[in-house]
Structure formats: structure tokens, C-alpha cells
């Protein structure tokens, strides 16, 4: 079945189906629990971890925090 005409549940139930294929029960399980709701307002929580940076400090400390490792 192509991808494209498939509905929302065809693509869910065969997506399930190639995670339980290649990872098996435990690993398909695993895998779905790495994904979860997000909890509060991203927008809001970025403009305050970015208040008062530039594109210059942030790519400083990136280039500082990659230096670290």
C-alpha cells in the first residue's frame, strides 16, 4: 500500500507494525515511551532563556560548550 493513499489509522497501524517487525514488543514499547506530551508555553519559556542574547553570544556559547567536550 502506498504511503500517500493510506488514511491517518492505516499509517499508525502500519507504522506500529514495522516498529513490532524490526524492534520487537519490549523494543517497540521503549521507543514509544521516548515520546510524550510537552508540558507549557514554548514561546513564551524561549523568549525568556533568550531575553537580552544576541546571535553572536549564543553562537559563543555553543562554540565555548563544544569546546568542553
Known amino acids: 500500500m502506498n504511503a500517500g493513499t493510506m488514511t491517518p489509522v492505516q499509517i499508525r497501524q502500519a507504522g506500529l507494525e514495522a516498529l513490532h517487525r524490526e524492534l520487537g514488543a ?3 514499547v521503549r521507543f514509544l515511551q521516548q515520546f510524550e506530551i510537552g508540558k ?3 514561546t513564551k519559556e524561549r523568549k525568556r532563556w533568550l531575553k ?3 546571535v553572536a553570544t549564543i553562537a559563543r556559547e555553543i562554540i565555548r ?3 568542553r567536550k
Open 26 to 28: 519490549a523494543g517497540m
Open 40 to 42: 507549557g508555553d514554548y
Open 52 to 54: 537580552g542574547k544576541t
Open 65 to 67: 560548550r563544544r569546546k
